[in-house]
């Protein structure tokens, strides 16, 4: 029986390839998998949630300018039901009408991976009715909500809501990231008047912040 030499020597470069591939290959997972994500300190979560605060009133401000004029031509006065029209809007004929209340960066902070320091928002398109299990959608002639969440547990703890009332409202419990059906019946929420006491609350659950490393 005759035997090849040069098998042994191909063997070895194939299996020198694949420890090469497999060594790259974990590096890379490493580098951007697995290298240590920077924890915010509890100071930082607290910035995120004052910036926040003051987007949210953007939008406030944003919808109170917005059912003054007829943005997408369709012959009603109404709220904007979503938070990138209040940026640019679709008129009747699908065209595309810049509005420019708040800024494109802002307007899409409308799921996690687009977060605006931490933050992103989550529209409230319907209601419960009354004595009743069943949803109806918000009249955008006269109602609109939205809530501003944190998009990861050590970016934020607090979280705020606004609708059509102008006010501005706070929520630090278990119910938090849960869109509030009527905010001033619901002792979750707080109604809150100003970054003063934002501050305010924050240095009153100050333990929780420690709890978010």
């Not at 590096?27 to 004052?50: C, M, V």
């Not at 209040?86 to 409308?110: H, P």
């Not at 605006?116 to 299990?133: A, C, I, N, Q, R």
């Not at 501050?199 to 333990?207: D, K, Y």
Request: proline letters at 4%; a neutral charge.
């Amino acid at each position: 029986m005759t035997t090849n030499p040069q098998h042994p020597i191909r063997i070895t470069g194939v299996l020198s390839t694949l420890i090469v591939t497999v060594l790259l290959a974990g590096t890379g997972y490493l580098l951007f998998f697995k290298a240590d994500k920077a924890i915010n300190s509890p100071e930082d979560i607290k910035q995120n949630e004052r910036i926040a605060f003051n987007n949210i009133g953007l939008i406030s401000k944003a919808q109170a300018e917005y059912i003054k004029h007829d943005h997408d031509n369709n012959g009603k006065l109404e709220y904007s039901r979503f938070i990138p029209h209040l940026w640019r809007t679709i008129g009747k004929e699908n065209e595309k009408i810049q509005v420019n209340l708040i800024d494109k960066k802002l307007a899409f902070a409308i799921k996690r991976t687009r977060a605006v320091d931490g933050y992103y928002f989550v529209h409230k398109f319907s209601k419960p009715l009354p004595e009743s299990e069943k949803n109806v959608d918000m009249d955008a002639e006269k109602e609109w909500g939205v809530l501003i969440i944190p998009a990861e547990n050590d970016t934020g703890y607090l979280t705020f809501f606004a609708n059509q009332s102008g006010n501005l409202y706070v929520c630090h419990n278990d119910m938090r990231r849960i869109v509030p059906n009527d905010p001033d019946t619901d002792n979750s929420w707080l109604l809150v008047k100003d970054i003063q006491e934002v501050i305010s609350l924050q240095q009153t659950i100050r333990g929780k912040y420690e709890s978010l490393k």
